[in-house]
């Protein structure tokens, strides 16, 4: 009786396993990119001719979720396959936690392809639309009624290079109460300069209409730079020469 193993890869989200993860040489590999058709095939031969040993990455990979993943553990051990998971080591001990995980991460897994499709179409993220823009049918939109307010905050701190001043002047001038913190996001937020960003890290330049130019977000960039070797009292103090003038 031989030896198999089974891996699922979603192309969208991670690569396939190499080779060396497998400590008991399998003799044959089913492997499943996107789809489930080499899981069926397995279910199909292990019916035929079930195998001594079956080995997973991980249980997940078994289905979609926790009840998908239950069933066909069970239609497997029904077979008397013994079946070894590498990262779940003690599966039967926590097998309820197991599936519980795998079908909170479920929603988590959902939300990421999602992700993956927008950025390989360059579509904006799932979720609101920041403050100044709208949602279009395929990208951002300059909101008419908020993207001046955006501009004059940007505007604004490049004339004072002062969060705190500039978080004021947009209450006292607009009514647009924010903090500090939201307002170094707004002026670190890629969407601003035109560009999305996917989950913190991927950036696809040039998707939208900007609301500051690339010369003006080089210079914010500098200032930030420049308020960092400062005391954080100083760097958000109402003059930009606190902290340097005495």
Same mark, same amino acid.
């Given at each position: 009786?031989?030896?198999?193993?089974?891996t699922?890869?979603?192309?969208?989200?991670?690569?396939?396993?190499?080779?060396?993860?497998w400590?008991?040489?399998?003799?044959?590999?089913?492997?499943?990119?996107?789809?489930?058709?080499?899981?069926?095939?397995?279910?199909?031969?292990?019916?035929?001719?079930?195998?001594?040993?079956?080995i997973?990455?991980r249980?997940?990979e078994?289905?979609?979720?926790?009840?998908?993943?239950s069933?066909?553990?069970?239609?497997?051990?029904?077979?008397?396959?013994?079946?070894?998971?590498?990262e779940?080591?003690?599966?039967k001990?926590?097998?309820?936690?197991?599936?519980?995980?795998?079908?909170?991460?479920?929603?988590?897994?959902?939300?990421?392809?999602?992700?993956?499709?927008?950025?390989?179409?360059?579509?904006?993220?799932?979720g609101?639309a920041?403050?100044?823009? *709208?949602?279009?049918?395929?990208?951002y939109?300059?909101?008419?009624?908020?993207?001046?307010?955006?501009?004059?905050f940007?505007?604004?701190f490049?004339?004072?290079?002062?969060?705190?001043?500039?978080?004021?002047?947009?209450?006292?001038?607009?009514?647009?109460?924010?903090?500090?913190?939201?307002?170094?996001?707004?002026?670190?937020?890629?969407?601003?300069?035109?560009?999305?960003?996917?989950?913190?890290?991927?950036?696809?330049?040039?998707?939208?209409?900007?609301?500051?130019?690339?010369e003006?977000?080089?210079?914010?960039?500098?200032?930030?730079?420049?308020?960092?070797?400062?005391?954080? *009292?100083?760097a958000?103090?109402?003059?930009?020469?606190?902290?340097?003038?005495?």
């Open positions: 009786m031989k030896i198999i193993a089974y699922y890869t979603n192309p969208l989200l991670d690569s396939p396993p190499d080779a060396s993860i400590d008991h040489s399998p003799e044959q590999v089913y492997q499943d990119f996107g789809n489930r058709s080499q899981r069926q095939q397995l279910l199909r031969d292990c019916q035929e001719t079930p195998p001594r040993l079956l997973l990455r249980l997940a078994l289905g979609d979720n926790g009840t998908e993943v069933k066909i553990l069970q239609s497997l051990e029904a077979l008397d396959i013994d079946i070894i998971a590498l779940d080591p003690d599966y001990l926590n097998f309820a936690k197991i599936l519980q995980e795998i079908s909170k991460n479920e929603l988590s897994n959902r939300l990421k392809v999602g992700h993956a499709h927008n950025r390989l179409q360059a579509l904006p993220p799932p609101k920041p403050y100044g823009y *709208r949602r279009g049918k395929e990208r939109i300059l909101d008419r009624s908020t993207a001046p307010v955006v501009k004059d940007f505007d604004r490049l004339i004072s290079a002062s969060l705190r001043s500039t978080v004021r002047y947009l209450e006292k001038r607009y009514g647009k109460k924010i903090s500090v913190a939201t307002a170094h996001k707004w002026l670190t937020n890629p969407v601003y300069r035109g560009d999305l960003c996917y989950l913190g890290q991927d950036i696809i330049p040039d998707t939208h209409t900007p609301i500051i130019s690339r003006e977000a080089a210079q914010i960039d500098r200032i930030l730079r420049n308020n960092r070797k400062l005391p954080p *009292r100083s958000s103090a109402p003059r930009s020469l606190a902290g340097l003038v005495v």
